[in-house]
């Protein structure tokens, strides 16, 4: 092996090592203000918008790499919330499943507007429709989340998150604890 290949080898075990110690920050914090929440010392919205706003500080160090996607924070901001916040995938059987995931009933839907509530884990929910509308776009989003069976609460939120997915890039996406609480909490 080459020194260049070695040199590429060492930078992405790095980057693997950062991304690992991120994301478990994340969670270490996600976990105390679930704890909280459960305990009624934070609303569940509450907690949901401090973990946006802490998620945005670990990555806001990070800007675009040539060959990385152009909201490159942003991006990373929104998978990280997505690991910690949903698990490894989006379907019943694979939500809060996975290493940095948080266990089943870490939230709730206390201080999100009561049009949203439904007495299930909305910030789960509205942490889907962000990521959803990031990824896909409000309309493609919209589209894409009509497989759910989730009640009318929850196709209400999906229809507020997916926009404010839609519309987070670099330039803004540490706004996006403040749009939360303008556009979702009570």
Do not use: K
Request: charged share 20%; no cysteine; aromatic share 10%.
């Amino acid at each position: 092996m080459g020194t260049m290949d070695h040199m590429i080898i060492v930078e992405a075990r790095r980057r693997a090592t950062a991304q690992a110690q991120r994301t478990a920050a994340l969670q270490s914090y996600a976990y105390g203000l679930s704890r909280s929440a459960l305990e009624g010392g934070l609303s569940d919205g509450e907690s949901f918008a401090r973990i946006v706003e802490y998620a945005g500080l670990l990555v806001s160090h990070l800007g675009p790499l040539p060959s990385a996607p152009e909201d490159m924070a942003a991006y990373v901001m929104l998978e990280d919330l997505r690991r910690v916040l949903i698990g490894d995938g989006f379907s019943r059987s694979h939500r809060n499943h996975g290493e940095f995931a948080l266990r089943f009933g870490a939230f709730g839907d206390s201080g999100f507007r009561p049009d949203f509530q439904d007495g299930g884990n909305q910030v789960q929910h509205a942490m889907a429709g962000i990521y959803f509308g990031y990824h896909y776009g409000a309309g493609a989003a919209r589209r894409l989340m009509t497989w759910q069976d989730d009640g009318e609460a929850d196709r209400r939120l999906y229809d507020a998150t997916f926009p404010i997915g839609a519309a987070i890039t670099d330039a803004n996406f540490r706004n996006l604890a403040g749009t939360i609480r303008r556009l979702l909490l009570a």
